[in-house]
């Protein structure tokens, strides 16, 4: 069969590319207007103020919330606090940090979590989106709506159940592997077993998001595409890898780089489930930087943190573009 | 905080905490700004913060407060601890702004907050409160104040060291409780327990994953003279008595006779009601008060005496946190603030109203030696706690220097003792390891150096 070629559908992809690219675009639509407008402004021959009048709510609350926030970040992670005094001590946090072993613990856990359970959630939930969107599958709203519970789960709530289910002694799980004769597995109190029961709880978590985001991608795939493909005698599996795997392709950059951002800020379920424990097993980059902030009262090194983890999730997203890029060509 | 944390909102501690973020960002609804007395009245509104049983404790002062200062409307809200430390953090970061008009803190943030936010705390010295410090215990006093002799918060709570144990389960295994002197004793008569009864000597978070776990390597450092820190704030946490506390900590886990158990509020209550049997439960002076309301069904069960000691003569008394009242200097409402802490904590009566609504162990002299305060107690089979505890804060304990950097090394032993007690780490290599790593993390220097 011939391979499934995307620009040879522009009108069912490019939108949907452009308009999953736009959501992780930072950049205000301002700066992509400009071109037009500088256009009509030269035909003109003078500033038109209106276009600025009605966006000034938006520009005052993006330098209020973000931009002074950003830079005010950077400016104390150039601080310290001794005895009280806020002190100018330049790049010192940053090189303290270069020489903190447990920031390289929580660096290692923080991409070991990442590695494991970022293939893992999306692969299941392809699986989930191919199974939604499936024709054989009966009360398929109940079954998305099912899934997707997990998402709008308070922090609380997701904590005690979760603590509840992974207790060591009297626990959910346990109890049930016990009926099997596997166990008891000290889920929250072992340094392996902990970073699991982490694994496990943002999966619970988060597939449900990323198997809708595909089914939004799966349901714009033209269906005559399967029907050639049925005609020309693939099988379920070549449909799946030649025609569903490439219309995803949008969607799993999508979901990669969004996922792969979220669990390097990792922090809600270490911080409900093992507080960082046991022994740092689970200490993850931002439980490092909330503890400076918020326990240790140390800004200017929670910030250094806070910059630290930018430039890591900068860079990292950058490959991930280029890669994507690179498989599109 | 830790000390007091194991008080009250340890079974709501997830919940607390997970509640701490979003108190952080309504951090400034309280209403410090619609007061409309100044300084020199007596009147208007005063907020508190302040958690539960200490809580009910300032709640029980109102009236009688009123009946003195009829215009005065006092609004005292139940934070939790220990949201309340991160919702205080917030509010000073913000250079006071959104902070009630009484704080009530934690000795072991009390520092943290002088140091890292000065200027934030009135000196009471401006209201004459230095003319208290002769009515409450001299290090209790100490750790509220700055070292120029400011006067940052006046004692509420101060807690002695309440050893407890199990009189029937002693019973049982045919142990004479009062026989034992030092804790390796204690060990022994931990095995013949165990053999006789099956009865763990006690329960510990050993993943320490729940909340931090380090009472009782602060009480076993305390008994033997030592702390994390010297008085002039060194590290001292790998000293000779930190390690051998640790090497007890082992001993005992080595020996199977301890229990692994998640550490909150509701574990508490089960080893209280006997739903877990524990046969000592070391803890705070508070816990006595707590048993008697929490586990009624358990009268005459427990019983209470002062710490063995380390070593065969030692110290057999430690102070086991506290807490404080201190005033924002963002208040506008200081005189009436003063004069409500001034009332509740500084008098006989108002002490007395406190003490029966709340059970804190108070720190004022007066009280400690009013009469009926250190009576014989029913549920402890005519033991009195308050005479243990008074007699415990008479010895002469080494002042607690609490530092800045307490949360560090609070969390730095936790660590060292959960691979300990998990991966068979040696007590000194552990401890070492942790002392550098608050050396790195705070530029304090290892008084071993």
Known sequence: MRRCDPPAHPLTKRPNVNALLETIDERPATDRRRPPSRRRRSSIGHP???????????????????????????????????????????????????????????LGNTVLILVVQVPLMLALGIVLSVAFNSMLLKWRAFWRTTYFVPIVMGLV???????????????IVNEMLGVIGIGPIPWLVDPFWAKISIVLAMTWHYTGQNAIIYLAQLQSIPGELYEAAQVDGANGWQRFWNITMPGLKPALLLTVILSTIGTLQLFDEPYVLTNGGPDNATLTIGMYLYQNGFRYFDFGYASAIGYALTLIIAVISLIQFRLFKEKTR | MRFTLNKRSRGVAVTAAAIA??????????????????????????????????????????????????DV????????????????????????????????????????YVEKFPGELVDLRDFGADKLADEFPSGAWKSGSGADGAVYGIPYEVNATGFFYRTDIFEQAGVDIDSIETWDQLLEAGVTIKEKTGVNLYNQDKAATAADSAGLWQLLTALQGSFYFD??????????????????IKKANDLGIVGDEQGSWDTLLASLRGETDVAIMPSGGW??????????????????????AVEAGGITAAVNGGTYLSIPTESKNQRTAWEFVNFALGTLEGQKVVYDGGG??????????????????????????????IAELAQDTPVVNFTSDYARALKALTDAQT???????????????????????????????
């Not at chain 1, 950003?70 to 090189?95: E, H, K, M, R």
């Not at chain 2, 953090?89 to 943030?109: E, F, H, R």
Request: net charge negative; charged share 20%.
């Open chain 2, 360 to 389: 804190m162990f108070p720190g004022y002299k007066p009280m400690l030696e009013s009469e009926g305060f250190a009576e014989p107690s029913e549920y402890f089979n005519g033991q009195s706690p308050n005479a243990i505890f």
């Open chain 2, 73 to 112: 409307e006092i609004d005292v809200q139940d934070v939790g601890n220990p949201a309340i430390w991160e919702k205080i953090t917030t509010g000073m970061a913000a250079g006071g702004s959104g902070l009630p008009d009484v704080l009530n803190i934690g000795i072991d943030y009390m520092g943290n």
């Open chain 2, 231 to 248: 008085e002039k704030g060194e590290i001292t946490m790998n000293d000779e008595a930190g390690v051998h506390a640790l090497e007890l």
């Open chain 1, 157 to 171: 709530a997701y904590g005690i159940l979760f603590r509840a289910l992974f207790d060591s002694g009297d626990g």
């Open chain 2, 419 to 449: 691979r300990v007690l998990l991966s068979g780490a040696d007590p000194q290599d552990a401890l070492d390891e942790a002392a550098e790593q608050v050396a790195q993390q705070t530029n304090r220097k290892l008084a071993s150096d």
């Open chain 2, 287 to 308: 816990m006595a008060g707590v048993m008697e309301n929490e586990a009624p069904d358990m009268a005459g069960n427990w019983g209470v005496r002062l710490p063995p």
């Open chain 2, 21 to 70: 973020s979003v108190a952080a960002l309504v951090g400034c609804s309280a209403s410090s700004a619609d007061n409309g007395a100044t300084d020199g009245d007596v009147s208007g509104k005063i907020t508190i913060w302040t958690w539960d049983a200490p809580g009910d404790g300032l709640k029980a002062a109102i009236p009688a407060f009123q009946e003195l200062y009829p």
């Open chain 1, 48 to 106: 038109r103020l209106t276009p600025y009048l009605f966006l000034l709510p938006t520009i005052l609350l993006f330098l209020a919330f973000k931009l002074y926030p950003y830079l005010s970040a950077f400016w104390v992670s150039l601080t310290q606090n001794v005895g009280g005094v806020t002190a100018f001590v330049g790049l010192d946090n940053y090189i303290r940090l270069a020489q903190d072993p447990l920031f390289y613990t929580a």
